[in-house]
């Protein structure tokens, strides 16, 4: 991977972590999600999280995700995310 | 005691209905005369921080509050078939002062002609100790009554509300009919066929009973425990166990495999519709393949696809009826699936119930409404370790004993499967 990515896919993580933070009214937090530690589901997102999380997506990067496949992951979502586009 | 509160608004004029108005305006039609089981009650104890709440310091809040949300001065006008949304610029709310609780929603709104919510203030000596309100479901649904009380008491405590920032009810009307409302819509409308096109035929016909339509209700604190169990142990909400538990049991009753219900949806995950004060709910279709080995595998299958189909909730309603009447065919999805907890905070330690619990729950019939509003119709509701699971349902379809049967069974399913895996093949499915 070029060097020149990351800064990108840096930004974009801590973006992801941000709507992830306000669809669930800051119950899981950007830091927790950034760490890695967990799953989306693991910190407890619910499906009004899910449902919120897809929402905001949707308007920021036009893309729109298959709420059937499962987002474990930051780097899950930026993926469905690149394949919504 | 009557007085009178005058409020002022920025908009005046008819408008087109927004599709959740429609959606409940078809709900009214089908009930007429019957409809009062449609109004949203709702009981505010003032907030006393500053001060204890006279009627007249009520009453100024009232009056800040209908001039604030328009769905609150909104009425239809218009031919029955076709009304529109009528916004007053400008009018009198009557609020009743009394000093007991009195009985609000006994009787139907008058859509045209009456205020959508009706007010009491039941007062102990001199201050109010309640407020009690009622809405026409047009006006708001169950969040939207919700926003409109956390409104009222901040008015009342701080002598004002947040900003409004949330869309008003023509502002939705507005947003449907755009290039993005017509988008959204599409969308849903294909969904819908597509997964109606899924459904299996329904095999079952019953003969009508003197008294049509029927409605049995269950109280059960081994349900309430059961769910949150099986909901704690799947990591899902209580609301996918009982949405998957009611599908299960609604394909044992119709020999469906593929089994479609339809859970009302609050449509409020978009930044700007959370804090609308409207009707935006409506219903989403949830088709599952009850052909899995187990229970647990039914209830995993149904948080995914419930999610897609809150996604897909937003649409026209008579546009939605006609792609369902144009599949045709003996295929049948069940609705509305309701839940309408008022507290929803599942113990994520919740342990399954003893079996002794069973004993202590009750069946029984409600009363009266016989108009045919939902061949087949769950609501989940209750408080205070009690679950309450009723079914509505039209005896062509279901005889009346098998409402009770289909309750229990209910009971049953989520007690046996909060204490274990349960297998789906051969329960009738």
């Known amino acids: 991977m070029p060097d020149s990515v990351v800064p990108i896919s840096t930004q974009l993580r801590a973006r992801l972590a941000d709507l992830v933070a306000a669809a669930t009214d800051g119950e899981v937090s950007a830091g927790e999600l950034l760490a890695g530690e967990f799953t989306l589901p693991e910190l407890g997102v619910t499906s009004l999280g899910y449902l919120r999380l897809f929402d905001a997506v949707e308007r920021e990067f036009g893309a729109e995700l298959d709420p059937g496949r499962p987002i474990g992951t930051l780097d899950d979502l930026a993926a469905q995310i690149e394949a919504g586009r | ?429």
Request: charged share 25%; net charge negative.
């Open chain 2, 1 to 429: 005691m009557i007085e009178h509160v005058g409020f002022r608004g920025d908009r005046a004029g008819n408008f087109p209905l927004t599709w959740g108005q429609r959606g409940l305006w078809l709900a009214i039609l089908a009930a007429r005369g019957e409809e009062q089981y449609l109004s949203v009650e709702r009981v505010l104890i003032p907030p006393t921080r500053s001060g204890p709440v006279t009627v007249r310091r009520a009453l100024d809040a009232l009056g800040v509050l209908v001039s604030r949300h328009e769905a609150l001065r909104t009425r239809l006008t218009g031919p029955d078939d076709e009304p529109r949304q009528l916004v007053a610029g400008e009018g009198n709310l009557p609020v009743s002062v009394v000093d007991s609780d009195p009985e609000l929603a006994g009787t139907t709104f008058d859509y045209f002609d009456e205020w959508p919510v009706r007010v009491a203030l039941v007062t102990e000596e001199d201050r109010v100790a309640r407020i009690v309100l009622v809405f026409s479901h047009l006006a708001v649904d169950g969040h939207g009554a919700d926003i409109v009380l956390r409104d009222l008491r901040l008015i009342l405590a701080r002598g004002r509300a947040p900003e409004l920032t949330a869309a008003q009810p023509v502002d939705i009307a507005e947003q449907e009919a755009s290039p993005d409302g017509r988008r959204i819509a599409a969308r849903a409308l294909d969904f819908w066929a597509t997964e109606h096109a899924r459904l299996d035929p329904v095999a079952f016909a019953a003969t009508p009973e003197p008294l049509r339509y029927r409605e049995g209700v269950l109280r059960s604190a081994a349900l309430e425990a059961a769910a949150g169990a099986v909901a704690a142990r799947l990591k899902v909400s209580s609301s996918t166990v009982l949405l998957a538990a009611a599908t299960a049991l609604a394909g044992t009753l119709s020999g469906q495999r593929v089994c479609g219900i339809r859970p009302i949806v609050g449509n409020r995950f978009a930044a700007d519709r959370r804090d609308v004060v409207a009707t935006v709910s409506e219903e989403g279709l949830v088709v599952l393949d009850l052909g899995v080995p187990t229970f647990d595998d039914l209830v995993a299958d149904c948080w995914r696809t419930a999610l897609r189909a809150y996604r897909h909730a937003q649409y026209p309603p008579d546009e939605r009826n006609a792609v369902v009447d144009a599949a045709g065919g003996d295929a049948l999805s069940f609705g509305c699936f309701n839940d309408q907890r008022l507290i929803q905070r599942d113990d994520p330690l919740a342990k399954p119930p003893e079996r002794s619990a069973l004993e202590a729950s009750t069946f029984a019939w409600a009363g009266g409404m016989n108009r045919n509003i939902s061949p087949f119709r769950v609501h989940i509701g209750g408080e205070g370790g009690i679950l309450e699971v009723s079914l509505y349902a039209d005896t062509a379809l279901i005889p009346a004993r098998d409402i009770e049967e289909y309750l229990r069974g209910f009971e049953t399913l989520l007690f046996e499967a909060a204490h274990g895996e349960v297998k789906l093949a051969g329960r009738g499915a």
